[in-house]
């Protein structure tokens, strides 16, 4: 499994990647869908699906790059927030009675 540390330090190298790139697309230069993108999605995407299912990849996804507050709303009705990448790690590995909902667990 993940830990905790890994997960975050993941997460962090995303967002720092995707602001460099941010950067150097407004200089005119294109890397999105370049072949230096491909590969660093390949890789991410490799990780996430070693440690995570499809559910725990799409939630990490959308706390990643939806604009929207991260929250979530548990069948209670009650108000789960999101507001950093140690709070998505331990919602995607403590969730419910239903352990492991979104891990890839053998």
């Known amino acids: 499994m993940i830990t905790k540390g890994e997960f975050v330090k993941i997460i962090e190298n995303d967002r720092t990647y995707h ?6 697309e407004k200089c005119g230069i294109s890397f999105y869908e370049s072949d230096l993108d ?3 999605n390949y890789l991410f995407d490799f990780i996430l699906q070693k440690y995570f299912n ?3 990849i799409d939630l990490i996804y959308w706390w990643l790059y939806e604009d929207v507050d991260k929250t979530i709303t ?3 009705g009650s108000k789960i ?6 709070d998505l790690y331990d919602y995607l590995v403590n ?3 239903e352990k492991h909902v979104y891990l890839n667990v053998e």
């Open 38 to 40: 491909n590969c660093y």
């Open 95 to 97: 969730t419910t009675e």
């Open 74 to 76: 548990s069948e209670d």
């Open 54 to 56: 499809e559910d725990g």
């Open 19 to 24: 602001d460099i790139i941010d950067r150097i």
């Open 81 to 86: 927030e999101l507001n950093s990448a140690r």
